[in-house]
Structure formats: C-alpha cells, structure tokens
C-alpha cells in the first residue's frame, strides 16, 4: 500500500513491499510497552495473509517475525508470491475454531476492513490482529462504524514515513502510517503509541 502518486503508479496488485526496518520498528515498540502479550517463547500461531514476496524480494512479515522466532504460515493470492499458499483468497477461507493467535500483515488498503473483521473472525478470543495501514485510516464518515465496533487496543503511529519501493529506498511516502493492534474480546480503550 502507498498513497504517493496514486492513481499513477499504483500497483494493478496492490503489492506493495513493506520495508523490514518499519516492523523491526513495530516489534521493538511493542515489546517494550507489552500491553498485549504475544511471543515466540509461547509458540503462537501466526498467520500473514497477504505475505506478499516475489522474484526479488522476501515475504516482508514473515522474514522479520521468523528472525525474531516466530513460526509464520504464510498466504497470498498472488501467484508470484513466496508464500507457503499461494492463489489464495483469504476473504473466501473459512477456518474452524478459531485457529490463530495472531494474524499480521498490510492488506491491500480497499479491502483493510474487509481483512480486519475476517481476521478477528479467525483468532481466538485474547488474539491479535495487526494491520499496518495510513494513519488517515481512523478518518472517514464511511468508517465511523467500524471503529465503534472493533475491537481496537492500540494504534502504533510511525513517526518516520516509510517508502514501499525497494529500489528507491529514499523516496518516502506522502503519508503517515500506523500499525493497528486489534484484540479479540478488548474492553478497554485503544492506547496510542508514537515510534
């Protein structure tokens, strides 16, 4: 996902290659403000559905949970994706029993909500679901109702605007972004977090 010269240069795809400091970022911050407990040591099951990864560059999430000892399954519809399921429309999967303990990814942005409440239909209750989108995500009249439904815990804002172009790692994006924690079951407020 990139909002720089949209309508121009979008990907047909909406892949877009999310820069491995950006979660290194994320994982960093929320390690240390814990307000959620997730890792390794308790051997969750992680699920990235939009993994992403192609002829030249690595899955994104996966590569980086995995470096940190998380075992990720990985899902992508795109047919040149590293992914361990590739052709796969994770809006059309039904999963039984609630099966994951967290599932983190950046979706493609049209369908963000779409893949957010499909996630949280698919982890168990005190599950995660983890979406990196643009901070302008919160805004929008057509939004409004998602927000007073989900169960938002924690919104982790990048200070630092990333760029989705491995071969232009200086060209930032024109927006701000956020990773966007989600917890099955959450009764509380959602914290906010700078990075």
């Not at 168990?124 to 979406?131: Q, S, T």
């Not at 938002?152 to 990048?158: E, K, Q, S, T």
């Not at 760029?163 to 024109?174: A, C, M, R, V, Y």
Request: net charge negative.
């Amino acid at each position: 996902m990139s909002s720089t010269n949209r309508g121009t240069q979008r990907n047909a795809d909406d892949y877009y290659v999310t820069p491995h400091w950006l979660i290194e970022d994320f994982l960093a911050a929320f390690a240390e403000n814990n307000i959620l407990v997730c890792s390794p040591d308790e051997n969750p099951r992680v699920l990235d559905p939009s993994a992403g990864g192609c002829d030249k560059y690595p899955m994104s999430y996966p590569t980086v949970l995995e470096e940190h000892g998380f075992n990720v399954t990985s899902w992508d519809i795109r047919a040149d994706s590293r992914a361990d399921v590739i052709n796969f429309d994770f809006l059309g999967t039904v999963v039984l029993n609630h099966h994951y303990d967290m599932i983190i990814t950046n979706p493609p942005f049209k369908l963000a909500e779409e893949f957010t409440e499909h996630a949280l239909s698919m982890v168990r209750d005190g599950g995660l679901v983890i979406m990196l989108q643009r901070l302008n995500w919160l805004g929008s009249q057509k939004r409004k109702p998602m927000w007073q439904k989900l169960p938002l815990a924690a919104v982790y804002v990048h200070s630092k605007r990333p760029g989705f172009d491995p071969e232009k790692p200086s060209k930032t994006d024109s927006t701000e972004y956020a990773h966007f924690v989600f917890c099955k079951g959450y009764p509380l407020a959602a914290e906010l977090f700078v990075i």
